[in-house]
T-cell receptor, first 114, second 112 residues
Framework: AQSVTQLDSQVPVFEEAPVELRCNYSSSVSVYLFWYVQYPNQGLQLLLK??????LVKGINGFEAEFNKSQTSFHLRKPSVHISDTAEYFC????????????FGTGTRLKVLA | GAGVSQSPSNKVTEKGKDVELRCDPISGHTALYWYRQSLGQGLEFLIYFQGNSAPDKSGLPSDRFSAERTGGSVSTLTIQRTQQEDSAVYLC??????????FGDGTRLSIL
């Protein structure tokens, strides 16, 4: 069975500093990988996705993630965060190529400090 | 264009009552998903509808939970004889076939 691990439940970071949110997955088959962001009292918005091709994926709001197959990781990065990036971030993996049934991680709460 | 719409946005009910949560997916999206998000937890998959295929109900936590999707569009998640542990945010998502999911803002369910 597939699983997703987000080891950091909370990440505090100062404004304009870089940030990395970690995501590791386990799977015996090829997968699709996603990062979603959830602002308070809202649903999830897709930040970026890895389906195939280049392992460096760029998303909205200046975020990017790198797929590392050997380390089974898909870490999310941003070189300079803003107060408005404060939110919950979820990593997700699909159960096999061509299906969109997701397994979600438990989320990382990013808190950007002034 | 309209996104995924969920109603009500908030629901407070007494233990033992039945509740119905509604999801209006984006027009034309063939796939529809229900998730449960409990405080401090990730998203727990509940049920998946794809077109006219039989739904994947593997995530429903008990037989008190059921869902239907009428006419391939609107979906209703029903929880019978609610318990306090059912308190959570229930999220609905939809997608075109084999495309990323679009989420609604959820229904916050509180069981007193």
């Amino acid at each position: 069975a597939q699983s997703v691990t987000q080891l950091d439940s909370q990440v505090p970071v100062f404004e304009e500093a870089p940030v990395e949110l970690r995501c590791n997955y386990s799977s015996s088959v090829s997968v699709y990988l996603f990062w979603y962001v959830q602002y308070p009292n809202q649903g999830l918005q897709l930040l970026l996705k890895y389906l195939s091709g280049s392992t460096l994926v760029k998303g909205i709001n200046g975020f990017e993630a790198e797929f590392n197959k050997s380390q089974t990781s898909f870490h999310l990065r941003k070189p300079s965060v803003h107060i408005s990036d404060t939110a919950e971030y979820f990593c997700a993996v699909s159960e096999g190529v061509g299906t969109y049934k997701y397994i979600f991680g438990t989320g990382t709460r990013l808190k950007v400090l002034a | 264009g309209a996104g995924v719409s969920q109603s009500p946005s908030n629901k407070v009910t007494e233990k033992g009552k039945d509740v119905e949560l509604r999801c209006d997916p984006i027009s034309g999206h063939t796939a529809l998903y229900w998730y449960r998000q409990s405080l401090g937890q990730g998203l727990e998959f509940l049920i998946y509808f794809q077109g006219n295929s039989a739904p994947d109900k593997s995530g429903l936590p008990s037989d008190r939970f059921s869902a239907e999707r009428t006419g391939g569009s609107v979906s209703t998640l029903t929880i019978q004889r609610t318990q306090q542990e059912d308190s959570a945010v229930y999220l609905c998502a939809s997608s075109p076939s084999n495309q990323p999911q679009h989420f609604g803002d959820g229904t916050r369910l509180s069981i007193l």
